[in-house]
């Protein structure tokens, strides 16, 4: 009875290494989700929740930045270099203390939108619209 009990434990033990070894085998940067990731890393996309944009734009309207026009015929987009002729604002210290991810951002504040830009290579890297 000892050695059936031992067996089948041993038997249940297998069992669940298999199990577990074939769960984790997609794991790594093979999925999908895992590539979608690691291109967003690579672009310097930047995810933020509605409450750390909310906090964003009340720092930026508080610091009274005045909103600019961007050239003709620029569309805005989430990787789109933002043309030399425009200038580039720090985030407020406010701002950065209460959301640190845009501490190495700046920013352009345009009428109904907030561009989250890499100051780096001028790429959008958020977009807030307000």
């Keep these: 009875m000892k050695s059936h009990v031992c067996r089948c434990s041993f038997a249940l033990l297998v069992l669940l290494v298999g199990v577990r070894v074939g769960t984790t085998a997609g794991v790594g940067p093979t999925t999908r989700n895992d590539f ?3 291109s967003y890393a690579q672009q310097h996309r930047l995810f933020l929740s509605t409450a750390q944009e909310n906090a964003i ?8 930045g005045k909103a600019v026009t961007l050239p003709a015929g620029f569309e805005v987009g989430i990787g789109q270099a933002v043309p030399r002729t425009v200038t580039l604002h720090r985030f407020p210290i406010d701002a950065t203390n209460r959301v640190w991810a845009v501490k190495p951002y700046n920013y352009v504040l345009l009428r109904h939108q907030l561009l989250i830009v890499s100051p ?4 959008i890297v958020a977009i807030i619209t307000q």
Excluded: E
Aim: a positive charge; glycine letters at 0%.
């Design 36 to 38: 979608l990731f690691l």
């Design 57 to 64: 734009v009340r720092s930026v309207r508080r610091q009274r």
């Design 120 to 123: 780096q290579n001028r790429r």
